[in-house]
T-cell receptor
Framework: EPEVTQTPSHQVTQMGQEVILRCVPISNHLYFYWYRQILGQKVEFLVSFYNNEISEKSEIFDDQFSVERPDGSNFTLKIRSTKLEDSAMYFC?????????????FGDGTRLSIL | GENVEQHPSTLSVQEGDSAVIKCTYSDSASNYFPWYKQELGKGPQLIIDIRSNVGEKKDQRIAVTLNKTAKHFSLHITETQPEDSAVYFCASPTLTGTASKLTFGTGTRLQVTL
């Protein structure tokens, strides 16, 4: 069964450094998402992406964050200058369409630890 | 925005018993309700979903019921097994721009004991 894959599984970075999290969505999916989960809390929406542009972003997704689809398979999340509070699990998801009743499929996440 | 409440936060059942997790949502336009299972160190895995044109959907030992009038939906797991132990999240999508975003509940940690 096709799945969303994310790399790396764990990223340790010094505060203030840039980090790029990578995702390969399911191949025939057109909509891509990033979510965040702080330890012990619920999963929170960060951003949705379609047709090479951001569809929606949450208030968490400030100017330090950016997303890109650099080629036909990868979808990346960049944090320009990391802060301690960016430490969390970051999940990529994809769906075939963007409508309300389409399932979103998640990867296993990248654990980001900011020191 | 959408608000999703989930209860209970923890649930411990004996193997073979049933487990029920309940969620309420606020957006009356919502018409699709997925449930996700998250095992330790893994991402949320979609286990069952329901669309608003039906009141119940069943897949082997798991079922979801939906009450649109009351704006709540529930996950039912029968004949629980140790491998059902995980954190379960309900979610409700909201259409934003050209895509939808999921608002998750706060999660239920299910522990199935022998």
């Amino acid at each position: 069964e096709p799945e969303v894959t994310q790399t790396p599984s764990h990223q340790v970075t010094q505060m203030g450094q840039e980090v790029i999290l990578r995702c390969v969505p399911i191949s025939n999916h057109l909509y891509f998402y990033w979510y965040r989960q702080i330890l012990g809390q619920k999963v929170e929406f960060l951003v949705s992406f379609y047709n090479n542009e951001i569809s929606e972003k949450s208030e968490i997704f400030d100017d330090q964050f950016s997303v890109e689809r650099p080629d036909g398979s990868n979808f990346t999340l960049k944090i320009r200058s990391t802060k301690l509070e960016d430490s969390a699990m970051y999940f990529c998801a994809s769906s075939p369409q963007g409508s309300l009743n389409q399932p979103q499929h998640f990867g296993d996440g990248t654990r980001l630890s900011i020191l | 925005g959408e608000n999703v409440e989930q209860h209970p936060s923890t649930l411990s059942v004996q193997e073979g018993d049933s487990a029920v997790i309940k969620c309420t949502y606020s957006d009356s336009a919502s018409n699709y309700f997925p449930w996700y299972k998250q095992e330790l160190g893994k991402g949320p895995q979609l286990i069952i979903d329901i669309r608003s044109n039906v009141g119940e959907k069943k897949d082997q030992r798991i079922a979801v019921t939906l009450n649109k009038t009351a704006k709540h939906f529930s996950l039912h797991i029968t004949e629980t097994q140790p491998e059902d132990s995980a954190v379960y999240f309900c979610a409700s999508p909201t259409l934003t721009g050209t895509a939808s975003k999921l608002t998750f509940g706060t999660g239920t940690r299910l522990q199935v004991t022998l």
